[in-house]
T-cell receptor
Framework: EPEVTQTPSHQVTQMGQEVILRCVPI?????FYWYRQILGQKVEFLVS????????KSEIFDDQFSVERPDGSNFTLKIRSTKLEDSAMYFC?????????????FGDGTRLSIL | AQKITQTQPGMFVQEKEAVTLDCTYD???????LFWYKQPSSGEMIFLIY??????QNATEGRYSLNFQKARKSANLVISASQLGDSAMYFC?????????????FGKGTTLSVSS
C-alpha cells in the first residue's frame, strides 16, 4: 500500500539554526499538509498546500515557517530560525482531494529536537 | 469555531472485550467529516475510520465501528474483541467538507491499554 514517507525520522538542531523537514506524499495525492505534535499534546494543523500554493494555514504557521514543493515528488517544511518551543513531532500528510471526505494519510513523522 | 472533545485521558480493557472511546464535536457547519486515528508508541498516525455528517448508517471497518449520534454531536469509536496490539493513543478528528484540503481538527486523544 502506498504511504507517505518522511525524512529524517529524528533531527537534532541548535537553536537559531534553519531546518528542513522532507516528505514524499502518496503519488496520486493532490493536497499536502503539515501538522505538529508537541510531546504529550494534541496534533495541531500548520498548513495545507495545493496546486503549488498554500491553501490554508494556522496561527502557528508564522513567518519563520515556509513550505515548498521543489519537484514533482517532495514536499518540504522549512523552519528558518528554530526556537526551543519548535521541538515537536512534525507530521506530513496527503489526501487525494477528489472527494473531500477522503482521509488524510500521515507519514511516520520527524521528531525535531531543538537544543 | 470547530472543536473536538475527548474526555477520557486513559481507558483500560481486557483482551477480547469491547471498548468505547468517546468523542464529542462542535461545529456550526452542516457538512463535516469525522475521523479516528490510532497512534502507537512508535509515533505514526494510522487512519482507522471515517463518518460523514450525512451518512445514514454508522461506519464500520473490521473490528472498528463508529457510534454516530448526530443530535448529541458524538462520534464514539467502538473496538470489538480488543487485542494487545490495540494499545495506543486514539485521536478523534473533524473537518468541514465544503472544500477539499481543509485542516483536520484533533482532540487531545485517549490512551487505550489492553491487558491479557
Amino acid at each position: 500500500e502506498p504511504e507517505v514517507t518522511q525524512t529524517p525520522s529524528h533531527q537534532v538542531t541548535q537553536m537559531g539554526q534553519e531546518v528542513i523537514l522532507r516528505c514524499v506524499p502518496i503519488s496520486n495525492h493532490l493536497y499536502f499538509y503539515w501538522y505538529r505534535q508537541i510531546l504529550g499534546q494534541k496534533v495541531e494543523f500548520l498548513v495545507s498546500f495545493y496546486n503549488n500554493e498554500i491553501s490554508e494555514k494556522s496561527e502557528i504557521f508564522d513567518d519563520q515557517f515556509s513550505v515548498e514543493r521543489p519537484d514533482g515528488s517532495n514536499f518540504t517544511l522549512k523552519i528558518r530560525s528554530t526556537k526551543l518551543e519548535d521541538s515537536a513531532m512534525y507530521f506530513c500528510a496527503s489526501s487525494t482531494g477528489q472527494g473531500s471526505n477522503q482521509p488524510q494519510h500521515f507519514g511516520d513523522g520527524t521528531r525535531l529536537s531543538i537544543l | 469555531a470547530q472543536k473536538i472533545t475527548q474526555t477520557q485521558p486513559g481507558m483500560f480493557v481486557q483482551e477480547k472485550e469491547a471498548v468505547t472511546l468517546d468523542c464529542t464535536y462542535d461545529t456550526s457547519d452542516p457538512s463535516y467529516g469525522l475521523f479516528w486515528y490510532k497512534q502507537p508508541s512508535s509515533g505514526e498516525m494510522i487512519f482507522l475510520i471515517y463518518q460523514g455528517s450525512y451518512d445514514q448508517q454508522n461506519a464500520t471497518e473490521g473490528r472498528y465501528s463508529l457510534n454516530f449520534q448526530k443530535a448529541r454531536k458524538s462520534a464514539n469509536l467502538v473496538i470489538s474483541a480488543s487485542q494487545l496490539g490495540d494499545s495506543a493513543m486514539y485521536f478523534c478528528a473533524m473537518r468541514v467538507l465544503n472544500q477539499a484540503g481543509t485542516a483536520l481538527i484533533f482532540g487531545k486523544g485517549t490512551t487505550l491499554s489492553v491487558s491479557s
